[in-house]
């Protein structure tokens, strides 16, 4: 699979992530075929948290690997924490702590990329900066990124935070694009899309943070996807006229659609079915035309100014 370097870092990383999420509705052997599956597409680089299944979802997957040391040295693992029953914890302690069980669970001694979740209203940037510089130097942590946060949370954090901050995980899909949308509606009145990230799409373009779009073929928050769904014809069809042209599937087209931007992104799949994580994995090696990512772009009710 094709990669890329992820933000800053010299890690190289395929473009295409595998979000584990939703690994605990596996069995055993439907996991270790999953994983197989995704290795075998050059989708070596998984997505975890530590609030996934409640910690299962990184246990299942340890064991769906057959984790050890030779194994580890071919995988990539990236991890988030900083949710808890009820509030949000960026506090010394509990990264720590949360990073400790990440690993006991993972079956690893390190990963390769920690995010810290989402944004904690009580955050002080010196504690952040004081758990990364002991995660660091113990060797637990290699990189280190953020998820859900706009350019001033981000600029917070940096104020005291040394490491080099290689990707912001964010929501973002065909129909969920209103951080693209807001920098096209730029001084308009009733704009189609009002800029509540302050620009974040941009600011991590300008200081090579990696974007990771997270839940890549869902509309609103969690409400389903839009691939196939009666709510967005006019989508749908573009998308398979487009899928028809280059031979592969709706799947394929919309994680490319992503991949076009020039953003670099790394889309973080959420599937555990096998044919469509092949499928998403096959979007690396599309590359839609200018014309058909507006297209789309316009199909999922986006109006041009």
């Not at 609030?51 to 050890?68: L, P, Q, R, T, V």
């Not at 506090?91 to 990073?99: D, G």
Request: proline letters at 4%.
């Amino acid at each position: 699979m094709r990669t890329m370097k992820l933000g800053t870092s010299n890690l190289e990383v395929p473009v295409i992530a595998v979000g584990c999420m939703r690994i605990n509705s596996l069995e055993q052997a439907e996991a270790e075929k999953f994983v197989q599956t995704a290795l075998e597409a050059g989708a070596n680089f998984f997505d975890h948290a530590d609030i996934y299944g409640s910690g299962k979802c990184e246990e299942i997957f340890a064991d769906a690997i057959h984790m050890n040391d030779d194994v580890r040295e071919k995988i990539i693992l990236q991890s988030k924490c900083g949710i808890r029953q009820g509030m949000f914890d960026f506090s010394k302690e509990h990264i720590l702590n949360s990073v400790d069980g990440i690993l006991k669970r993972l079956k690893t001694d390190y990963l390769d990329v920690l995010l810290l979740h989402r944004p904690d209203a009580l955050v002080e940037p010196e504690e952040v900066a004081e758990a990364f510089d002991k995660l660091e130097s113990s060797g637990k942590v290699r990189h280190f990124g953020v998820s859900n946060q706009n350019p001033m949370q981000i600029k917070l954090l940096k104020k005291h935070v040394k490491q080099p901050l290689v990707a912001n995980q964010l929501q973002l899909s065909i129909t969920n694009a209103t951080m693209i949308s807001s920098g096209i509606n730029v001084n308009m009145e009733n704009a189609a899309a009002v800029n509540r990230d302050g620009s974040i799409l941009d600011y991590c373009r300008l200081h090579d943070i990696t974007i990771q779009p997270w839940s890549p073929f869902q509309y609103g928050f969690f409400e389903g996807v839009f691939l196939g769904n009666e709510k967005f014809p006019e989508l749908n069809r573009k998308i398979d006229e487009i899928a028809a042209k280059y031979e592969v599937s709706n799947t394929t087209i919309a994680i490319a659609w992503l991949l076009r931007h020039p953003a670099k992104m790394q889309p973080v799949t959420g599937t555990m079915n096998l044919e469509r994580i092949l499928d998403c994995c096959k979007a690396a090696d599309i590359t839609l035309t200018r014309e058909e990512w507006y297209e789309i772009y316009r199909a999922a009710g986006n109006v041009l100014p």
